[in-house]
């Protein structure tokens, strides 16, 4: 059995899975249009039960939303519209574009290549208008189908090593990834892809369970096969990511029964064939956790990543003022979000670009971020067009509230370059890098450090875009080539490595406000 502690496959997937301008160039892959993967799990033979398609209005703000959270410790479960607009908010089918070779489904989070390879189940004790049981969340439907009837959440709080949130959470949402789902396009690095995809899904989750006064908490440590026995789901294929707590009840899950049994349930073929990137499973395998104890000893005491004070000039953030701050309630920013397919090359403004870096980074609740407010990945900008700051690059101090100007200069031409020569990255008004030291990170959660650096920036990421949109601007996550964007940033950024990217703006289809 693969150690998590000797982090020596997270740097080996690492440096196999790094995008440079030969690699691109000289990578055959093509895409097999008649093998594309079916963008769905479907059980054919469970009857989906439907969940009520009538959305509730918090009226909650986006930007307190994607900003704040629920005290851990305050007593709330969510029915059954609850667990629906959890469900729609962060999953669900928001639009439909046909396309001649059939139908895409855009859902509410941003998803590499609009793959959408993760899954979400749901363990739960009885709710007003729901069973307790374990289920499938079924986007094409929207519904669920049941998968096992009855309470397991004791098998998740064991399974988490007694995590306190899971003893105590009415519902806990598992979400999975599907490999092939995405690796059709993406091959092997399709890993770093699930913690973006559900990175960006889990923004929206949190967001959405704030303003329903729901507590939440992500929670990346657990025992990977009870977790994915519970869900029935085949590693190989399909694996638990992440986990997430939501509610908070005083009394504990009941016991459920010693032995989880197979359930042996047909699901349709994503594809006629699949292609195996055995990386991406040893790389699984090398991050997963066998037991509970070891699970009590991954989570908590991130390491600290501090970046050193600011040495060259600085720019404090400008953010608005409560009276000024834009107001569009979380469901309606969400409806309308989409990746911008083209910037327009107009600017935003300092209180702009201050308000999405402000509340974006207010802390994700998190069993690898402690104590709170802990953050993995360091924010790098390359500036375009932003009224009140110079064009330049720029590291984000989150703990002052200031961006260092580390050079100055027009980098629209470099940025395209970075971006994996895409036009969107050399038309945005800013570019935001997420860049990481992976050392003390892998050094403290061996190759699961991995995951959940991936994770934090995929919800922080998924923030910024919820923050652009807020404001009626546009955003789009970007791939990028990682070793250069390390070297454009140095000698600030020495060491560290790439890991998520996002261009915001003004899209080009709209006028700016
Ligand atoms: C992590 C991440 C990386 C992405 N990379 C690119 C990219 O390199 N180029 C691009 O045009 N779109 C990129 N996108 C945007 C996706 O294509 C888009 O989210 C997907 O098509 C779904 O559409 P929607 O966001 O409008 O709902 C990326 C999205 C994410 C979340």
Redesign the pocket.
């Known amino acids: 059995m693969t150690d998590n502690r000797n982090p020596e496959a997270a740097w080996t997937y690492h440096e196999a899975t790094k995008h440079s301008y030969a690699s691109i160039r000289s990578n055959p892959h093509f895409l097999d249009w008649s093998n594309q993967p079916l963008p769905f799990k479907i059980y054919p033979a469970l009857e989906p039960m439907r969940l009520p398609s009538e959305l509730r209005q918090t009226g909650v703000a986006a930007l307190s939303a994607i900003a704040e959270s629920v005290p851990a410790q305050t007593n709330a479960a969510p029915d059954l519209e609850a667990v629906a607009q959890l469900l729609y908010l962060s999953a669900g089918i928001?639009?439909k574009r046909s396309h001649p070779g059939g139908e895409?489904y855009?859902?509410?989070?941003?998803?590499?290549?609009?793959l959408y390879e993760v899954e979400l189940y749901l363990v739960c004790a009885d709710l007003a208008n729901l069973d307790a049981g374990v289920y499938h969340f079924a986007p094409a439907e929207f519904g669920l189908r049941r998968l096992r009837a009855g309470d397991y959440r004791r098998a998740l709080l064991e399974a988490t090593g007694g995590e306190p949130s899971i003893a105590h959470a009415p519902l806990t949402i598992v979400c999975t990834c599907t490999y092939w789902r995405n690796a059709w396009k993406y091959q092997a690095r399709t890993y770093r892809?699930f913690g973006?995809?559900n990175g960006?899904l889990l923004a929206n989750l949190l967001a959405v369970a704030t303003a329903l006064g729901l507590p939440a908490r992500v929670v990346c440590g657990f025992v990977d096969a009870d977790v994915n026995r519970l869900l029935d789901v085949d590693p190989q294929r399909e694996v638990a990511f992440s986990v997430v707590a939501l509610g908070y009840t005083a009394a504990l899950p009941p016991q459920v029964p010693a032995e989880i049994s197979p359930l042996h349930l047909e699901t349709v073929p994503l594809s006629q064939r699949k292609v195996d990137y055995p990386l991406m499973r040893e790389m699984h395998a090398a991050s997963s956790l066998d037991s509970a104890e070891e699970v009590e000893t991954w989570r908590k005491h991130t390491p600290t990543t501090n970046i050193s004070p600011p040495a060259g000039p600085i720019v404090s953030l400008e953010p608005f003022s409560d009276g000024e701050m834009p107001r569009d309630p979380i469901e309606q920013v969400i409806q309308r979000?989409?990746?911008t397919?083209k910037f327009a090359r107009s600017p935003i403004t300092l209180p702009q670009l201050s308000t999405m870096l402000d509340r974006a980074t207010r802390g994700v609740p998190a069993d690898f971020l402690d104590p709170p407010g802990a953050q993995l990945n360091d924010l790098y900008l390359i500036v375009h067009a932003v009224e009140g700051l110079s064009p330049g690059a720029y590291s984000f101090h989150r703990g002052r509230g200031v961006l260092e100007c580390l050079k100055r200069g027009n980098f629209r031409a470099d940025a395209g370059y970075l971006?994996?020569g895409?036009d969107?990255s050399a038309d945005a008004a800013v570019d935001i890098f997420f860049l990481a030291d992976l050392r003390p990170i892998l050094q403290r959660f061996g190759n699961r450090g991995y995951r959940v650096v991936q994770l934090e920036a995929?919800i922080l990421?998924?923030k910024l875009?919820l923050a652009a949109y807020a404001q009626r601007l546009g955003a789009?996550?970007?791939?990028f080539f990682d070793d250069d964007v390390t070297r454009f940033f140095s000698p600030h950024a020495e060491g560290k490595s790439a890991i998520?990217?996002v261009a915001v703006g003004h899209s080009a289809k709209h006028k700016p406000v």
Request: hydrophobic fraction near 35%; include cysteine.
């Open positions: 928001t639009r895409i855009f859902r509410a989070a941003a998803c590499t290549g609009a892809h973006w995809d960006t979000r989409g990746s397919r971006g994996l895409q969107l995929g990421g998924g875009y789009t996550g970007l791939t998520f990217l």
